[in-house]
């Protein structure tokens, strides 16, 4: 196999890499440590948490920072252990510091595990939010848990996602510097002129 077959092969591979959906998902790596969209409901026991807007954001999932204000809003949550499936649950979302009602649902039990709420006008003021999530056992004490998110601000990339295609960019373009004897004469000119 030739030097070039093997680079076009390598670029191609990185390519796949780049725009691999698995890769992407919650960070890029599976597991309790690295997954952003959960918290801790007690010591070891979890709730997963991610919200949508799709009227501005179709097919895009959000966790601690919301793009957009006035647009509908899908807050979903889905419990990682069974039990909570048996217990009445309360959830109230507040605009912070201030501590206003945004959203508010009564306690129910929720047996399928995932719960939506429908913020049918998403919330009104960018900036800060609170999750209130309550739980109320049959028996003992209630139990509250609280997750924060931003709204507003519109979607940016990441230092890390605009980093890996720099990245990427510049491992194609030393590619092409490999594999293309006037490409390479025209990059050694601009260097050797810069050096002068």
Same mark, same amino acid.
């Given at each position: 196999?030739?030097?070039?077959?093997?680079?076009?092969?390598?670029?191609?591979?990185?390519?796949?890499?780049?725009?691999?959906?698995?890769?992407?998902?919650?960070?890029?790596?599976?597991?309790?440590?690295?997954?952003?969209?959960?918290?801790?409901?007690?010591?070891?026991?979890?709730?997963?948490?991610?919200?949508?807007?799709?009227?501005?954001?179709?097919?895009?999932?959000?966790?601690?920072?919301?793009?957009?204000?006035?647009?509908?809003?899908?807050?979903?949550?889905?419990?990682?252990?069974?039990?909570?499936?048996?217990?009445?649950?309360?959830?109230?979302?507040?605009?912070?510091?201030?501590?206003?009602?945004?959203?508010?649902?009564?306690?129910?039990?929720?047996?399928?595990?995932?719960?939506?709420?429908?913020?049918?006008?998403?919330?009104?003021?960018?900036?800060?939010?609170? =999750?209130?999530?309550? &739980?109320?056992?049959?028996? !003992?004490?209630? @139990?509250?848990?609280?997750?924060?998110?931003? $709204?507003?601000? %519109?979607?940016?990339?990441?230092?890390?996602?605009?980093?890996?295609? =720099?990245?990427?960019? &510049?491992?194609?373009?030393? !590619?092409?510097? @490999?594999?293309?004897?006037?490409?390479?004469? $025209?990059?050694? %000119?601009?260097?050797?002129?810069?050096?002068?």
């Amino acid at each position: 196999m030739s030097k070039r077959t093997m680079l076009r092969k390598g670029f191609l591979v990185g390519l796949g890499l780049l725009f691999s959906s698995v890769l992407w998902a919650h960070g890029g790596a599976a597991g309790t440590d690295t997954d952003q969209c959960k918290f801790e409901l007690e010591p070891g026991h979890w709730i997963h948490y991610t919200a949508y807007q799709p009227s501005a954001f179709p097919a895009e999932e959000f966790c601690g920072k919301l793009p957009a204000v006035d647009t509908k809003t899908q807050l979903v949550f889905d419990y990682q252990d069974v039990r909570y499936r048996n217990m009445m649950v309360e959830f109230e979302v507040t605009k912070e510091p201030e501590g206003t009602r945004v959203f508010f649902q009564d306690a129910k039990k929720h047996k399928s595990g995932t719960v939506v709420l429908d913020l049918p006008q998403g919330v009104k003021d960018a900036g800060k939010h609170l =999750i209130h999530i309550t &739980l109320i056992p049959d028996q !003992g004490d209630r @139990l509250d848990a609280h997750m924060s998110f931003t $709204a507003g601000g %519109g979607q940016s990339a990441s230092k890390e996602t605009i980093g890996l295609y =720099i990245l990427f960019a &510049l491992a194609g373009l030393y !590619g092409v510097y @490999l594999s293309s004897e006037g490409f390479k004469r $025209a990059v050694d %000119g601009i260097l050797g002129k810069v050096k002068d």
